[in-house]
């Protein structure tokens, strides 16, 4: 798991929470996240999916195809997840590198041996 990127862990993070996921084809699914593979794959349980034609209808579980997803929408509660809190520390650790060049002057380099 140490490979994937943020958007993948913050999905695992999101499992047992409620979750709105849209898709390429319109439609609009809403329920609870139950599991989610690194393909963005899910399986979705207690589900309220809406049609393009804005008919509505429940479904027990649905599994929905990454591929196939547009975005989904997570509760405001993982802004607070410990995935975001390592961004953040290296986001602050790369501005302190920049900060220190930028008082260094930078080293420029001279073209051809001058």
Known sequence: MSNLGVPIKLLFEAEGMKVTVEMKNGEIYRGLLIGAEETMNMNLSD???????GKISKIPNVYLRGSGIRFIALPDLLKNAPVFQKVTAMKRK???LQ?????QGGMKRKRGGE
């Open 47 to 53: 589900v309220i999916r809406t049609a393009r034609n």
């Open 94 to 96: 790369q501005e302190e």
């Open 99 to 103: 900060q220190q060049n930028k008082q």
